[in-house]
Each structure stands twice: as C-alpha cells, then as structure tokens.
C-alpha cells in the first residue's frame, strides 16, 4: 500500500539528478504557470511538463493519471463556478437556461484558471514523482529551511505508511469477517475502519512527540547526500523557462 507516486520517484530515471536542479526547473514552471495571462502559454506549460514527466523522466502514465486525477477534480469544480454566472440574458451568451448561463468572458476566465491551475499542479507533480521524499527533506534541511518545519514533514512521512499498513491490516480482518458482504454492513466496517485509524493515528503521532522531544526535536530521516548540480541541465532548464516566460509576455503585450 506504498503511495504509487513514491514507487514512481523512486523508479524515476531522473532520480539520481540533483534536488535542486529538477527544484529549479519544477518552480521556474510553476512560476510561469501561475502568472501567466494566456491561455496558450499555460497549456503549452502543461504540455512541457507532461513531455518531460512521460517522455524524459520516464514517470509510468497511470501513476501520473492518477496522481492528476484528484486536483483536476477540484480545478474543474472552481472552473465551474467561475463559468457560470446568475442573471439576465446579455448579448455576451454562450449557453442560458432561465438566470442560470454562461457568457463568453466568464467562459474565458474559466479556462484560463483551469489550464493555469492544472498547469502549476503538473508543474510541482513533476518534482514529486522524480524525487523520493527522503531527498526533498535533505534539500529542504541543506537549504536552511528551519528544523522544525523539516520535523514535521519528516514525521508526516514516516506516519503515512504506518497508517496505510494499519488500514490495511484492519480491512484484511474485516473483510475476513464478511465485514462488506452487504451496504450496511460496509457502511458499518468502513466507519468502524476510519476510527480505528484516527485513534492509532492520534497515539502514534503523541510517540513520535514524546520521541522527537527525547531527541532535542531531530527527525530521523535517513541522511542523503547532496547530488552533483549538473550544469547542462541547469542551463537547459533555464532557457526553457525563460522562453515560456518570453512567450507569456509577448502573449500579454499583444
């Protein structure tokens, strides 16, 4: 029950690339993502990341569906409430039914935010699926980021597969118990599933409190050393975000 998008990073063939090489380049389109004012920029942003995720990267498509799945859901949400306006006919109508429409500017806006959104999300999922957890909280410890942030972070990760490993666990022996045979039945395991859960959480998160405390407040992630910076790729990297940002500037001057 290993969360499939940490399979992938550490399946990445970017994997071994410096943390902060792939950080560069992953902000830098994030960056251009979230400010830009073109639509075509920002799905040409997506584009490039979902090429150098599936194509470069090497990242396998379901886990990088799936991965995408859940913050599209809530991108097309948003979207929908800007889309949709209340009011009177205008002349601007695409699609009306009574006060309920859609005009062409608020379509517009609508999917503007939808392709930047989406965009920024495959932006930082790249970083997430080419680089272990483990990697990104050494980077985050060498580029100063205070202690205690990192402690959290760190004790978030190890609680995670604790508690996939308990859920699973649980369910195994409610399954076994005919716990799923009818509705009722798994509505009453799958609530019985989500208590037992929290309450191990709850206690396992006061160990590693108690832990960290007996150890003047250090996590214990495993140390990783810091990864050569490859130049070319840096350079690369560099000049791909720079010519989208070109590209969103000259789209916002026209």
Known sequence: MRPTLDDAAWSSRWRTRSTLEKSLLCLGLLLVAATTGSPLVAALVGAVVTTLALGV???PARAWGAALLGPLAFVLVGAL???VTVGGPTADDLWRAGP???TRAAAG???LVALRATAATSALLLLAATTPVVEVIAGLRRAGVPDAVVDVAAVTYRMIFGLLDAARA???SQRGRL???TGRAARRSIGGLVAAVL???WVRA???EDGLAGRGGVASVPLVPARPVSIPFVLAAAALVTGLGVASAAEALR
Request: net charge positive; proline share 0%; no cysteine.
């Open 109 to 111: 806006s609508a999917l």
């Open 170 to 172: 649980i369910g195994e």
């Open 199 to 201: 309450v191990r959480a």
């Open 206 to 208: 006061g160990r590693l």
């Open 179 to 181: 716990g799923y045979a």
């Open 81 to 83: 409430t800007i889309a």
């Open 100 to 102: 309920v429409g859609i």
């Open 57 to 59: 990267a090497r990242v």
